[in-house]
């Protein structure tokens, strides 16, 4: 029967906005790869219900089905409708990870279910490397298990590695040695967020990280949302550690952002946006554009920290003085600092006296509270550089529009992700790390003068920065009678094939 031969591919992203992102980007890549598999993106409630927001149900969005994973906070002592890292502050989110090992069950449920419909298994799961639990399950339901990484290569092996190692506990040297790494690429205590510090194997972090990061090494292959030739180092080394396929089908930003000629219309993306998005968000992009409009090229400074992080006072503080001073202008997606509810109120007293109201007089910046449009923002010519916190989303969003980064790392692999910035591509210059270094409103303007000039290091990260947009953008070519395909492409070709084993010759022999 037609069911019997589409075959299905079961998503399962972790509850983390920096994650629902890229999986609902896989799972339209893979659509228009494989339009013959029925994909299933699962996540719980309220994952579910922001996945379902993003979505456009009528076009692209309509052969990804979403399935609810049945889960309540409460039962593992979370505050009620915490099912995402937004939603709690970091001294929580161990338990949301986790209470993430509860969803084994459902998700057996959902795979047995699907396996007695079409009278086979899935052809696979897509699990995020947190969810090293899956693999477990996928083997015993007899298919097979694809772990995805939402970071980089080189952020991840790094990441994987840190954790699985606690290199730094072997040694009282401010720098050491990673496994995986080689010598020349000496890590820094620094780099290493507190959690993972104090860490010592048998805290509830190392608990949850070791466990299923050991798992997901056992899967039947890696997806990586990067590009081989942006982290060759990255992709040699992991590939290397994990003994895996490792299939780099980056970067998963939205198809128009990686087009030949330069950003859409603004218009048309605000018309689109504003279809799915709500009028407050409309609102912003409106005035993100108007701001940015009446700024020359490359000459706005974009400042986010992603979805979940913010600064310390003082540090903001020191960021605004900077920011200030150095006369250049800005845009900058504001919340309230640390220690303050970061979905609260703004209270002016966070910034210097009058400051918001002399920086919008002056036309100099603009403050955008919480969220804002960002892949509008990084598309617009204005924007000459991002100060931010490195999340690889940021990273792969900024550098397929060619805008070089100033690197402020907060958590995760994000320092790791600096690192690889600085030492490998060039594109980036590091402000300061995490919530509890000092920083002079000195060093603001400074990092700023120096990422804006015409000459010297900061053109040349912009060309560097250049050049890494350019691969990305020869990595999606769909290929053309005389040109090459792009390797993405190519990988995710080759993924294809492998899911549908290597007894059938690829999509072709699927019936539409
Ligand atoms: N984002 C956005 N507007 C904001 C902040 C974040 O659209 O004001 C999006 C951003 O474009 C990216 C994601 O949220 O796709 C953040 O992911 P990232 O990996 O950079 O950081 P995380 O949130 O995981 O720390």
Redesign the pocket.
């Known amino acids: 029967s037609k069911s019997r031969s589409r075959g299905h591919i079961v998503m399962l992203p972790f509850m983390?906005?920096?994650?629902l992102?890229?999986f609902l980007a896989l799972a339209r890549r893979i659509r228009r790869h494989a339009p013959f598999a029925a994909v299933t993106l699962a996540a719980t409630p309220l994952n579910l219900r922001y996945l379902r927001s993003t979505m456009c149900p009528d076009d692209d969005d309509s052969g990804i089905r979403l399935r609810e994973l049945p889960f309540r906070s409460s039962d593992h002592g979370l505050p009620p409708d915490s099912e995402n890292?937004?939603n709690l502050p970091y001294s929580q989110i161990a338990t949301l990870f986790h209470s993430s090992l509860a969803l084994a069950a459902p998700v057996e449920r959902l795979i047995s279910d699907i396996t007695a419909e079409e009278g086979r298994p899935p052809l696979c799961v897509i699990a995020d490397v947190f969810f090293g639990w899956s693999v477990d399950v996928a083997r015993r339901l007899g298919t097979k298990s694809i772990a995805f990484t939402?970071?980089g290569a080189y952020g991840s092996l790094a990441y994987a590695s840190i954790w699985l190692n606690l290199p730094h506990r072997s040694t009282d040297a401010e720098e050491f040695s990673v496994p995986g790494f080689p010598e020349r690429c000496r890590f820094h205590r620094s780099q290493l967020h507190r959690y993972i510090r104090e860490a010592d194997g048998s805290d509830q972090w190392s608990k949850f990280f070791q466990i299923q990061i050991k798992l997901s090494l056992a899967a039947d292959g890696w997806l990586c949302n990067s590009v081989e030739e942006i982290e060759p180092l990255g992709f040699d080394l992991l590939r290397k550690h994990l003994k895996l396929p490792v299939w780099a089908i980056g970067p998963l930003?939205p198809p128009h952002m990686l087009q030949k000629s330069s950003p859409v219309s603004p218009n048309s993306t605000l018309k689109s946006l504003q279809k799915h998005a709500g009028k407050a968000l409309g609102l912003s992009i409106e005035k993100c554009l108007d701001f940015l409009n009446s700024h020359g090229q490359n000459s706005v400074l974009y400042i986010?920290?992603?979805?979940?992080?913010t600064m310390s006072p003082s540090q903001m503080m020191q960021l605004a003085i900077g920011l200030e001073s150095s006369g250049k202008p800005f845009l900058w997606?504001i919340r309230p600092p640390l220690g303050f509810d970061i979905k609260g109120e703004f209270r002016p007293e966070w910034l210097p006296p009058g400051f918001e109201d002399r920086v919008t007089g002056s036309k100099q910046g603009l403050l955008?509270r919480?969220?804002?449009?960002?892949?509008d923002i990084?598309s617009h010519g204005s924007t000459g550089a991002f100060l931010?916190?490195?999340?690889?989303?940021?990273?792969?969003?900024s550098l397929s529009q060619g805008v070089p980064i100033v690197g402020w790392p907060?958590?995760?692999e994000?320092a790791y992700n600096a690192k690889m910035m600085v030492d490998e591509m060039g594109v980036c210059v590091e402000l300061t790390r995490g919530v509890e270094s000092r920083i002079e409103a000195e060093a603001v303007k400074q990092v700023i003068e120096m990422v804006t000039e015409e000459e010297g290091k900061g053109r040349e990260m912009k060309k560097r920065a250049h050049a890494v947009m350019e691969q990305m953008r020869e990595a999606v070519k769909e290929g053309c009678e005389d040109g090459e395909q792009g390797s993405s492409v190519k990988a995710m070709d080759e993924f294809v094939r492998t899911i549908l084993g290597d007894s059938t010759n690829g999509a072709l022999s699927f019936p539409q």
């Not at 983390?16 to 994650?19: E, F, K, L, N, T």
């Not at 986010?304 to 992080?309: H, I, P, R």
Request: aromatic share 8%.
């Open positions: 983390a906005h920096g994650h992102i890229p890292t937004e939402t970071g930003v986010s920290f992603g979805s979940q992080n997606v955008v919480n969220w804002a449009p960002q892949l990084l931010s916190h490195c999340g690889w989303n940021s990273t792969m969003e907060m958590a995760a994000q």
